[in-house]
């Protein structure tokens, strides 16, 4: 995944890069709006993630005229402006995304992954993880090839926990994924999907898949490996 960083601040635009690369993604830095605006237009990334206190050019200005030049790029804003309205604005400016500052890193990766999958063709979304199969198009999932049924709710949960297969992925970030809004509830319910989940996509087969990381998560993976579950 090509990430296009236009970030003014040195400490943050830095350990963004840093953490983008650790995650296997390459990343363009761009420190004012004019560079960035030229990169926007220039290089071919998969995602912008744009601040809009820039110096010289306003983040929401440079993102309406890449719309109106016909850049598609989706763009996830990062901002330390956090109002309703902000929010709202920056949207409708053309926006894809918007993550409040500061934001923890897991859920930038998360919103990134969700908006390149959002961008690809729906015949190519399938995920594998071990004898685990999800096939977004038709909505199945099987396991060594027996076939899975599952609620709505349970087939958008595996989905993600597959999308980030091998990641530690948190209650919140799941609570988010499922109702498309930001949790400020309590996470007891994901816990009863999660079980749900568990039963029917590890029981009867030789090795569990899915693992509770104690006091962080979950995390889906194909091999068993240290968990504190």
């Known amino acids: 995944m090509q990430i296009l960083v236009i970030e003014d601040d040195a400490v943050l635009g830095k350990a963004i890069k840093r953490g983008l690369e650790d995650n296997h993604c390459e990343c363009a830095w761009r420190r004012n709006g004019e560079e960035g605006l030229a990169a926007a237009m220039t290089q071919n990334a998969d995602v912008i993630l744009l601040d809009l206190m820039l110096p010289d050019l306003p983040g929401l200005d440079l993102l309406a005229q890449l719309r109106r030049r016909g850049v598609q790029t989706p763009v996830l804003i990062l901002s330390a402006l956090g109002s309703v309205d902000e929010r709202v604005a920056g949207l409708r400016a053309g926006a894809d995304d918007y993550l409040v500052k500061p934001f923890a890193f897991d859920e930038l990766l998360a919103r990134l992954h969700a908006m390149t999958r959002r961008a690809l063709p729906l015949a190519t979304q399938r995920y594998q993880a071990g004898p685990l199969n999800l096939d977004l198009a038709l909505r199945r999932v099987n396991r060594d ?85």
């Open 145 to 229: 090839g027996v076939e899975i049924d599952l609620t709505p709710t349970e087939f958008s949960l595996l989905e993600f926990l597959m999308r980030h297969a091998g990641q530690v992925v948190t209650r919140k970030m799941l609570c988010e994924h499922l109702w498309e809004a930001d949790w400020e509830g309590v996470t007891n319910v994901i816990e009863v999907h999660v079980t749900r989940l568990r039963a029917k996509i590890d029981r009867g087969f030789d090795a569990p898949l899915l693992h509770t990381v104690r006091g962080r998560g979950y995390v889906l993976r194909a091999e068993s490996e240290t968990s504190s579950e």
